[in-house]
């Protein structure tokens, strides 16, 4: 069986053409429901430039959104290096504002760390994430964006104190992204954690659409939030000629690129039934396509080739990358 799909949320709030008020998230909702996704992703920061937006529409379309699951991530302050996040004040502070706007007086699913905290100690950090499972404010805690030493030392920490471990990890993996695999994919095996993935695209870059020229109102554009920092992290010549060979490749087979760049994640990575792939959108369109490509099932032999030469392609230049 494919991973479990869940919905990221953030981009709700933002601009259009994204779910910008409770019409279109409940328009939304109700397609997930009729896709059977049963969980949400969503952060006190999202979206980037309006935080708590997010939460908000969830909230506000809680005849809905209370038949899912919802996970959320502690307020992170990007203009500052993550210190201080997890401290016991700014925890509390984060969640209880954070079930306030979800309207969510159960709970969530996982409480996320969205980043490392470098100042807070690591014992404390995993005992304010405790305390926050026992007072009920969430069911679980996850990680983002955590080096793998550092998560090691948070898992012997929860073994030798008798602390709940963090039941799953959430970072980037797709075709061009695969650096989780060497060292922090094994210490999650080993400890039972999940892998939730993100940018199953690439932030869009496997659509092919930079490639051609047809990036007008996708991330890439200068005037996205995150504009700038998509083109850094996608702009290399290396990058550029491995997905020309991709796209290429693909359109000789009638697929998309992201038709194949999707069905390779669900059924030919290193992702298992118990880990999930977290699905973006700013359409209706958009999602109920993405589900229908990863219902098509597994690829061709040749296709899942041309997925190995374009990881082969990169992986000089992207292969820390996790």
């Excluded at 079930?99 to 100690?121: C, F, I, M, S, W």
């Excluded at 994919?185 to 199953?200: C, D, E, T």
């Amino acid at each position: 069986m494919a991973p479990n799909l869940i919905f990221g949320t953030a981009t709700f709030g933002m601009d259009p053409p994204s779910f910008q008020d409770a019409a279109s998230v409940r328009d939304l909702l109700t397609t997930l429901q009729s896709l059977n996704i049963k969980r949400l992703d969503t952060a006190a920061r999202y979206p980037p430039l309006y935080p708590g937006q997010s939460e908000s529409l969830i909230g506000e379309t809680a005849e809905l959104s209370k038949g899912f699951e919802v996970d959320t991530k502690i307020y992170t302050d990007t203009a500052k290096d993550g210190s201080g996040d997890l401290s016991k004040e700014n925890m509390e502070k984060s969640v209880t504002e954070s079930l306030q706007r979800l309207k969510r007086d159960g709970g969530v699913n996982v409480l996320y760390a969205h980043r490392a905290d470098p100042e807070t100690p690591l014992e404390e950090q995993i005992q304010n994430f405790n305390e926050q499972i026992k007072q009920g404010h969430c069911k679980a805690w996850g990680v983002s964006n955590v080096p793998p030493a550092m998560l090691e030392k948070i898992l012997q920490l929860c073994e030798q104190n008798g602390w709940q471990k963090p039941s799953c990890y959430q970072g980037p993996y797709n075709v061009i992204t695969r650096g989780m695999k060497t060292k922090l994919l094994p210490i999650l095996r080993a400890h039972g954690m999940a892998f939730n993935s993100f940018q199953p695209l690439a932030a869009g870059f496997l659509t092919g659409k930079l490639l051609h020229n047809q990036h007008a109102g996708t991330r890439f554009v200068d005037d996205n939030p995150i504009g700038k920092v998509v083109q850094k992290m996608f702009g290399s010549e290396e990058l550029l000629v491995a997905m020309k060979k991709f796209d290429e490749g693909a359109r000789r087979h009638g697929l998309t690129p992201a038709e194949v760049a999707v069905r390779w994640l669900a059924h030919h990575s290193a992702l298992r039934e118990e880990d999930g792939i977290i699905l973006g959108a700013s359409r209706n369109e958009q999602i109920v396509e993405t589900v229908g490509f990863i219902r098509k099932g597994r690829l061709e032999d040749e296709v899942v080739r041309l997925a190995e030469e374009a990881w082969e392609g990169v992986r000089g230049v992207r292969g820390e990358i996790m």
